[in-house]
């Protein structure tokens, strides 16, 4: 089993810039795909961002282009995901999830293991 639990959420103004973390905790994470989804009220939960286990290989939707980064630190079992230039429709509960797999990243019910999520909200 992985526990995971998120931080980093906040309220910030229009071209403001957050970096969320996850912290896995009951198995490493070396050998796990991490990624970010994001859902905003009434909408369906969206991918963000994937670091597959394979050192250095990340992948994005084409909705995010280059405002969001995805990292990985191993050691520290975390996961962290900056995001900059933030918008209001970037406002969302934003999740950290996991898997042993690198298929099907945008699939949220591919992911076996998920948290608790943390809150992003932009103000204009």
């Known amino acids: 089993q992985v526990q995971l639990v998120e931080s980093g959420g906040g309220s910030v103004q229009a071209g403001g810039s957050l970096r969320l973390s996850c912290v896995a905790s009951?198995?490493?994470?070396?050998?796990?795909?991490l990624s970010w989804f994001r859902q905003a009220p009434g909408k369906a939960r969206d991918f963000v961002a994937a670091?597959?286990?394979?050192?250095?290989?990340?992948y994005y939707p084409d909705s995010v282009n280059d405002r969001f980064t995805i990292s990985r630190d191993n050691a520290k079992n975390t996961v962290y995901l900056q995001v900059n230039s933030l918008k209001p429709e970037d406002t969302a509960l934003y999740y950290c999830?996991?898997?042993?797999?690198?298929?099907?990243?945008?699939?949220?019910?591919?992911?076996?293991?998920w948290g608790q999520g943390t809150q992003v909200t932009v103000s204009s």
């Open positions: 670091t597959m286990w394979s050192p250095g290989r990340t």
């Open positions: 999830a996991a898997k042993t797999s690198n298929v099907d990243l945008r699939f949220a019910a591919s992911y076996a293991y």
């Open positions: 009951g198995r490493t994470i070396a050998t796990y795909t």
